[in-house]
């Protein structure tokens, strides 16, 4: 175990971590609520839309992204003013974010099933624009709360957890849209949670603009100026930023474990439910609902509370990318553990897999993100400023949410070659086996390449000391 001691100037206030962490919840609020939702959209009580194309009105959007996030990266890291480079954009953002989401689910099963589609497609744009100006600078400031090699952990670990209050929230979603006493109809309940939602997501969102604080950029060498123009003429220089970035040797090991097992993950989550419903249940929704909504809440609820404190303690004693491999290893076990979990004859069994399960997700963002922030410094050391952590943040979760994007329309495309039929009551016997063995072995897979990948990682915590003496010494600092 590490005994070197946080200093006082580089530990973040309770206050701040919890403001960051109002962000993160924003950020796994929205997809998790956007799951739920397109859940609905193939569900026979819900729209009963076409697998394929629920699958690309979520998969589309994230393609913009390849061009949006780095170009938000660049504009952040490049931003002067007196409420600093991150924090204009959050706000912005939050606020925009918020009333795109309420706007976007309101659709009504009756409209022809291609309304709807282009309806959903073309707002899901939209919010994918807001949710890059809110999430891009959101994660470049927590990469620079603080300088530390375990604070950053600390901060990651701390923002994680109240991450997956979302996970625990979101999964009742299904208890509460089908309920008649609540709703008329299952899309009547999207629209109206979708208000609420949009509500949520100002309310919470702005929380970071407000009370998070950065590293003072007002002396930051190297900066250019920002505006439409300059931008448009500086789209060479981001993109010889982006591939100045994938030179990074540690950088790419931390996005292409990410990629494989936040997707891997990704593209069965939403089989979960159908096999519960359907091969536990036999197409039952009022009596596999709460199961349906318990499996993903527990499951987060013990990725907060017991998960990642374990997680942090194993990186503070072996090194971040231990951790990482031990954690993601342990989580391959639980997803093989799924096979005897789900099963009719005892569904309280569906919980035996969760305690190692939950180690996967919960190393993922604790770990990625602390090491993300490591990186920037070691880039800072060999191209110098400015500091790109609006650019390393925007390509880290570009992967992400591309890879997401690809993961749901992936899913589609899985579940229609399997044989699930959106709008049938029961499934066929061979389809609730593919699936059960998908939702298995596809992200215990993923799992196994990313600790392959991980293996040789080379920024240590000694390595990452080390750079951070060089810079301070470099810049001058007590």
């Known amino acids: 175990m590490s005994n070197i001691k946080t200093a006082a100037k580089d530990k973040v ?17 929205i997809p998790g609520i956007l799951g739920v939702f397109v859940v609905i959209l193939k569900s026979p009580e819900g729209f009963a839309m076409n697998t394929i194309l629920a699958g690309l009105i979520v998969g589309i959007p994230r393609l913009f992204d390849a061009i949006t996030d780095p170009v938000m990266g660049y504009i952040s890291d490049n931003t002067s003013s007196k409420y600093g480079r991150r924090r204009p954009y959050i706000f912005l953002g939050a606020i925009f974010t918020g009333v795109i989401f309420a706007v976007l689910w309101q659709v009504h099963d009756v409209n022809p099933e291609m309304y709807n589609f282009w309806y959903l497609l073309c707002f899901s744009i939209l919010l994918i624009f807001g949710n890059t100006i809110f999430s891009t600078p959101l994660i470049a400031l927590g990469y620079e709360m603080t300088s530390d090699y ?7 670990s701390f923002a994680n957890t109240i991450g997956q209050i979302a996970w625990m929230l979101v999964p009742f979603l299904y208890v509460l ?30 929380l970071p603009a407000l009370f998070c604080r950065g590293i003072d950029a007002s002396k930051m060498k190297g900066r250019e100026e920002i505006t ?39 593209i069965v989550a939403e089989f979960g439910v159908f096999i519960i419903n359907f091969y536990m ?16 809440a527990v499951t987060a609820a013990y990725t907060a509370f017991v998960a990642i404190p374990i997680i942090n303690l194993m990186a503070n004693k072996y090194g971040k990318r231990k951790a990482f ?20 004859e005892n569904p309280y069994m569906i919980f035996l897999p969760i305690p190692l399960m939950a180690f996967g997700m919960g190393c993922l963002f604790t770990l990625m993100m602390s090491m993300t922030a490591d990186v920037c410094d070691l880039d800072e050391l060999e191209n110098g400023m400015p500091r ?9 979760w570009w992967m992400i949410k591309v890879g997401q994007g690809l993961a749901l329309v992936f899913s589609g495309i899985i579940l229609s070659l399997l044989g699930y039929d959106p709008t049938a009551s029961t499934q066929t016997a061979e389809a609730l086996t593919g699936m059960r063995i998908t939702d298995i072995a596809l992200p215990a897979i993923t799992a196994g390449l990313a600790i392959w990948v991980m293996w040789k990682y080379s920024l240590t915590e000694d390595r990452a000391r080390a750079i951070k003496a060089e810079l301070v010494e470099r810049r001058g600092e007590l």
């Open 388 to 396: 790109k952590e609006g650019t390393f943040g925007a390509i880290y």
């Open 325 to 344: 491999i031990i954690a993601t290893a342990i989580s391959i076990i639980g997803y093989l553990l799924k096979w005897w979990g789900f099963n009719p």
């Open 13 to 29: 206030p309770v206050g701040q971590k919890a403001a960051f962490g109002a962000g993160h919840l924003i950020n796994n609020l």
């Open 228 to 266: 439409l123009k300059s931008i448009w003429s500086s789209m060479g220089k981001i993109f010889k930023g982006i591939k100045l970035v994938f030179k990074n040797a540690p950088f790419v090991k931390l996005c292409l474990a990410t990629f494989l097992v936040f997707n891997g993950f990704q």
């Open 177 to 206: 849209i089908p309920d008649k006493n609540l709703f008329d109809s299952q899309p009547e309940g999207v629209r109206k949670i979708a208000l609420i939602s949009g509500i949520v997501i100002v309310a919470l969102g702005i």
């Open 281 to 296: 249940f036999d197409g039952d929704w009022g009596a596999s609902k709460w199961w349906v909504a318990l499996f993903p």
């Open 150 to 156: 375990n604070e950053r952990t600390r901060l990651m």
